[in-house]
Every structure is written in structure tokens, then in C-alpha cells.
Antibody, heavy 119, light 111 residues
Framework: EVQLVQSGAEVKKPGESLKISCKGS????????IGWVRQMPGKGLEWMGI????????RYSPSFQGQVTISADKSISTAYLQWSSLKASDTAMYYC????????????WGQGTLVTVSS | QSALTQPASVSGSPGQSITISCTGT?????????VSWYQQHPGKAPKLMIY???KRPSGVSNRFSGSKSGNTASLTISGLQAEDEADYYC???????????FGTGTKVTVL
């Protein structure tokens, strides 16, 4: 069974750093892209970026380029999304998604990680 | 890259058919047959319902169908059921620099 299991909810202060994770199982982790999607409270879905764990090829949405870093450790089938200095506006639910190597859609979603940034 | 435009809400009675539109530009929806649709129930992660414009993943009811004309993609739900009440988002490939763009989302209400 394909699963994407994300790390738990986080509460942070502005200016702090954070790294959340997404562990894939039930499939070949290096043969699918892993992307990240933001959903701010009560709002819609926003595309952030994507990584191919097989060779770490990474692409970012222009809106998130320079704001976050996406990485992956294929030895433990885990992808990451990290911030070096959080802002209150980063408060949101973050989903990781799986994208087939030859498809432009997201067939599996993680359960989401809620990040709350508040002083 | 602006979000694709969807109606904020669509409603219908059980058994009826409804259609949700998703309007983009010639840089995204109009250039590629790569629109996907996602269903999101409150407090849950989205679920893939349609991919590559009109294909259904295994396990998705055939009451869901997708199409495209020009810069506008559409999702039709036929034989509307109470369980279809949810938010729906379209998403399109938008080229190598942007990658993907989501729609603004549509809340479907079953009357």
C-alpha cells in the first residue's frame, strides 16, 4: 500500500527555523517525484515545488523560490520542506504529494502537517 | 502565475448533474491536456479524481468526468450524492518555470 506519512504539527515563533518531513512507503521512492502544497487557513491549494529523489532534481514555484528549501534523503525514503526563518504568514497546512515520473498529477497525498507560527 | 479561476460555489439536488469550470490561459490549461481535479472533504487531504483532463484513477466513481475546451477545463459530477459535498480544485501543468498552478477552489453543496 502506497503511503506518504508526514511529521507532526509544529508550533514555532517568528524567526525560528523548521524542517518537516514526508516518508514514502509501499513504492519505489526514487522513481516518483515528491511535491509540496500549501493550504493557508480557510484558503485554497498552492503549488510550492517538487523534487525527484532519484537525482535530487528540484524545481520551485516562483512564488516560493528562495523562501523554502526542498530536499530528500533517498536512503530513508524521506522528503523535506524547510524554512530558515519563519514568518507568521507561513502558518498553514502543508501537504506532500507523489507525482508519477511520466505524469503531471498528484496521485497520493500525505495527511498534512500543520505549521503554526506565532509569537 | 495567477491561480486558475473556478466558481466559488456550485450546488445541486441529489441525482442531478453539476459542472465546475476551471479557466486558465494559453500558458497553462490551453497549452496542455494536463488538468487534474482533486476532491477535499473538510479536515482531510485532497484526493485525485481526474487526471490528464478526462482519465479516472482506479476506484473513482464513473459519475465523475472531465473535459476541456480552449482555456477552460470542466469537471462534471452526475447523479449527485450527499458524499460528493466537498471542495474541488483543478490543477494544470504550466510549463517548466512555473510547473503547476491550482484553481481557486469550488465548494459543492448537495441540497
Amino acid at each position: 500500500e502506497v503511503q506518504l506519512v508526514q511529521s507532526g504539527a509544529e508550533v514555532k515563533k517568528p524567526g525560528e527555523s523548521l524542517k518537516i518531513s514526508c516518508k514514502g512507503s509501499g513504492y519505489s521512492f526514487t522513481s516518483y517525484w515528491i511535491g509540496w502544497v500549501r493550504q493557508m487557513p480557510g484558503k485554497g491549494l498552492e503549488w510550492m515545488g517538487i523534487i525527484y529523489p532519484g537525482d535530487s532534481d528540484t524545481r520551485y514555484s516562483p512564488s516560493f523560490q528562495g523562501q523554502v528549501t526542498i530536499s530528500a534523503d533517498k536512503s530513508i525514503s524521506t522528503a523535506y520542506l524547510q524554512w530558515s526563518s519563519l514568518k507568521a504568514s507561513d502558518t498553514a497546512m502543508y501537504y506532500c504529494v507523489r507525482r508519477p515520473e511520466d505524469g503531471d498529477y498528484f496521485d497520493y497525498w500525505g495527511q498534512g502537517t500543520l505549521v503554526t507560527v506565532s509569537s | 502565475q495567477s491561480a486558475l479561476t473556478q466558481p466559488a460555489s456550485v450546488s445541486g439536488s441529489p441525482g442531478q448533474s453539476i459542472t465546475i469550470s476551471c479557466t486558465g490561459t494559453s500558458s497553462d490549461v490551453g497549452s496542455y491536456n494536463l488538468v487534474s481535479w482533486y476532491q477535499q472533504h473538510p479536515g482531510k487531504a485532497p484526493k485525485l479524481m481526474i487526471y490528464e483532463g478526462s482519465k479516472r484513477p482506479s476506484g473513482v466513481s464513473n459519475r465523475f468526468s472531465g473535459s476541456k475546451s480552449g482555456n477552460t477545463a470542466s469537471l462534471t459530477i452526475s447523479g449527485l450524492q450527499a458524499e460528493d459535498e466537498a471542495d474541488y480544485y483543478c490543477c494544470s501543468y504550466a510549463g517548466s518555470s512555473t510547473n503547476y498552478v491550482f484553481g481557486t477552489g469550488t465548494k459543492v453543496t448537495v441540497l
